[in-house]
């Protein structure tokens, strides 16, 4: 760690890693438990040529997955943010174009059920964007005691909390659009 270095407290990292880890698995075994429904929402996106849609969908889903588990242990945590900020690339870069072509109207193939694609689902991906990235840092060398563990914990629920906070919202938005217009 050289003097100009950003170094933070390894409970903060391992709590946001946490977070991501449990994030991510989610949705892609959500996609993975029903990988029918997943290849309809990555073909509404009508970004590729049909007979590329079922890999990209089983691509997709296991880079998420290898993502999330890989955030759990520090020695595949690099490669893991990788993959990570390519998945919520690829889904942000779909979801804009969708939104530039003044399509909204379409599921967003989350895992998270029934939330239309937004604006406010790029600005949630560019927070874990975020995130991620901010598990690339290196930590402060310390040993972790049990309170730490705790905390860990703690940490991970809290985000987990506020990003399910977040999905209610979003899932809502559009309903509530349609019912003040």
Known sequence: MGPDSLAIDPVVLRGVAAALSVVLILGALAKL???????????????LPDALVPGFAWGFALSELAAGVGL????????A?????AVLGMAS????????????RIEC????????????????????????????????PRTLGLIDHFSVAGIALVL????????QLLANQPLLKEIHS
């Open 109 to 140: 193939g989350c895992g998270t059920g029934g939330q239309r694609i937004s604006a406010g689902l790029v600005a949630r991906n560019g927070v874990l964007a975020a995130l991620v990235a901010l598990c690339a840092t290196d930590e402060l």
């Open 33 to 47: 438990r029903d990988m029918e429904l997943f290849r309809y929402a990555v073909d509404n996106y009508r970004l």
């Open 160 to 167: 987990l909390a506020l990003y399910a906070s977040a999905n």
């Open 81 to 85: 943010v990788w993959l990570a900020l």
């Open 72 to 79: 759990l242990f520090p020695a595949s945590q690099g490669g």
């Open 93 to 104: 870069t779909g979801v804009l174009i969708n939104l530039s072509r003044g399509t909204d």
